[in-house]
C-alpha cells in the first residue's frame, strides 16, 4: 500500500500544438491531497509510523502540511501543523478536514517553525517540506511510473521551491538508467533561488519572496538540490507571475484541472515559451496544488493588473 496513487501520463494534444512537439503531462495535481507532496511525505510518514512515531509535527500551511495531515489520518496518527498569521482560511481548514490540529503561530514561517520544532517530542516525527532524503526517495515514485507508462522522454520539465521535487526526479531518472535525460527547472521571478543559485555559483538567499507563486517560496534551495543541479544536466528557466496565471487559465481550459501558479509555471514552457524546452518528446510534472480556487485566481488576476 503506498498513500499516493499512481497518476495518469497522457500526451496532450493542446500542449503539444502549442509547444511544437510531444508534451506529456503526468498529472499529480490528481493525488487525493492535491499534489504532488503527498508521493515523499506518504512515503516519510509511512517509514516514521513503523518506526513506532505517535505524532506528526509540520510547520507548513500549503500542500506539505495538507499531505502530513492526510497522511496522518490514513495511519491513523495524530497530526500538528503550526502555521503563521499569513495562512488562508482555507489552507487552514484543508488540514482541520484531514482531522488535523491547527496552531496559528507568528508573523513568519520561520516563527511557526520555531514553535513546531519546541515541539518536538521524543515520540514525534517533524516533516519538512523539501529538505529530507527520505521526501525525495518517495518523489521518486513519479519517474518510476512514468517509465512503467511511456517511452523515455527528451526532457523533464518541473517547478522549484526549495528543490525536493528536483532532488526526487534525478534520483528517478537515475534509478531508472534515465540519467542523460535534462530536468528543465522552473521558478517564477521573485521567487528564483535556484536560477540565481546558479548563475553565482553559490547558494544564495532571496531576502524576500515576491511571487504569487507560493509555494515557490522557499528562499533559499536545499543543499542536495544546488548540487544536484550542478552534476546532472539541469536547465535553469524563470518565468513571470503573469505568465504562470495564464498558464493555469490555459491548462483549466485544455484540461478542465486547476493548478497554482507554482504548477503553472511549468506549463508556462510549453504554451509560451517553447523554444526553451529541448526535445522532441517532453514530459511535464504537473504538480498541482490546493491552494487554487476559482475565486482566488480571479484575486491574483487583479493583484497582477494592479
Ligand atoms: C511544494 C510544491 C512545489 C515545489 O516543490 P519543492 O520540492 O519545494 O521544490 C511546486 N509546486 C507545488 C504545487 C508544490 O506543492
Not at 7 to 35: H, Y
Not at 124 to 151: C, K, M, V, Y
Request: proline content about 4%; overall charge negative.
Amino acid at each position: 500500500m503506498t498513500l499516493h496513487i499512481e497518476t495518469p501520463l497522457v500526451e496532450s494534444r493542446p500542449l503539444s500544438l502549442a509547444a511544437n512537439r510531444s508534451v506529456w503531462i503526468k498529472l499529480d495535481a490528481l493525488q487525493p491531497p492535491g499534489s504532488f507532496k503527498i508521493r515523499g511525505i506518504g512515503a516519510a510518514c509511512e517509514l516514521h509510523a513503523r518506526r513506532g512515531k505517535r505524532r506528526f509535527l509540520s510547520s507548513s500551511g500549503g500542500n506539505a502540511g495538507i499531505a502530513v495531515a492526510y497522511a496522518g489520518r490514513r495511519l491513523g496518527i495524530p497530526v500538528t501543523v503550526v502555521v503563521p498569521q499569513t495562512t488562508t482560511e482555507r489552507a487552514c481548514q484543508l488540514i482541520r478536514q484531514e482531522n488535523a490540529e491547527v496552531i496559528v503561530h507568528g508573523e513568519t514561517w520561520h516563527e511557526a517553525n520555531q514553535l513546531a520544532v519546541s515541539m518536538l517530542g521524543e515520540d514525534d516525527a517533524f516533516l519538512h517540506p523539501f529538505d529530507d532524503q527520505l521526501l525525495w526517495t518517495g518523489h521518486a515514485s513519479l519517474i518510476d511510473e512514468a517509465a512503467r507508462q511511456g517511452n523515455k522522454p527528451d526532457a523533464v520539465v518541473l517547478s522549484v521551491g526549495g528543490g525536493g521535487l528536483l532532488c526526487g526526479v534525478i534520483e528517478g531518472l537515475r534509478r531508472n538508467g534515465w540519467d542523460d535525460v535534462p530536468v528543465i527547472a522552473v521558478e517564477t521571478e521573485g521567487a528564483d533561488a535556484l536560477a540565481r543559485s546558479l548563475a553565482q555559483g553559490s547558494r544564495i538567499e532571496l531576502a524576500r519572496i515576491e511571487s504569487i507563486a507560493t509555494s515557490l517560496g522557499a528562499r533559499q534551495v536545499c543543499q542536495r538540490a544546488f548540487e544536484l543541479a550542478q552534476q546532472h544536466p539541469v536547465h535553469s528557466r524563470v518565468v513571470s507571475d503573469r505568465e504562470a496565471l495564464a498558464a493555469c487559465e490555459r491548462f483549466l481550459d485544455d484540461h478542465r484541472i486547476l493548478v497554482e501558479p507554482a504548477c503553472g509555471a511549468s506549463l508556462a514552457l510549453p504554451y509560451f515559451a517553447a523554444d526553451s524546452l529541448a526535445g522532441e518528446r517532453v514530459l511535464v510534472v504537473v504538480c498541482g496544488g490546493v491552494t487554487a480556487t476559482l475565486d482566488q485566481q480571479r484575486l491574483w488576476r487583479d493583484a497582477l493588473r494592479a
